[in-house]
Nanobody, 125 residues
Framework: QVQLVESGGGSVQAGGSLRLTCIVSGGTRTYYRMAWFRQAPGKERDGVAHIYTGSGDTEYADSVKGRFTISRDNAKNTLYLQMNNLKPEDTAIYYC??????????????????WGLGTQVTVSS
């Protein structure tokens, strides 16, 4: 059974950096897309960043453009999210996701087959 396991979360002060890692294990399934989502307390889960696993093309939520970078190492089945210049509003649980669906809006939950359990990111002012 395929599993996605996130790590790298933690507590930092505003302006700091963190790098999240998501390891895909338990299968050889090839995903068309992978993404990071986040959910803050009392809010909906929102898309943060997305990458097409074949082309490497990326997309970002407006709120993180210029600060976050998504990348993938296909040989290691690992997804990364480099987060710089963190702000208190970035505080949330961050989830890794993988999907095989084509088309659609990248931040649509329905495009993703598998999800990790999440890692907490807390940014203090």
């Amino acid at each position: 059974q395929v599993q996605l396991v996130e790590s790298g979360g933690g507590s930092v002060q505003a302006g700091g950096s963190l790098r999240l890692t998501c390891i895909v294990s338990g299968g050889t399934r090839t995903y068309y897309r992978m993404a990071w989502f986040r959910q803050a307390p009392g809010k909906e889960r929102d898309g943060v960043a997305h990458i097409y696993t074949g082309s490497g093309d990326t997309e970002y939520a407006d709120s993180v453009k210029g600060r976050f970078t998504i990348s993938r190492d296909n040989a290691k089945n690992t997804l990364y999210l480099q987060m710089n210049n963190l702000k208190p509003e970035d505080t949330a649980i961050y989830y890794c996701s993988a999907g095989s669906a084509y088309g659609g809006r990248w931040s649509d939950f329905g495009l993703y087959n598998n999800w990790g359990l999440g890692t907490q990111v807390t940014v203090s002012s």
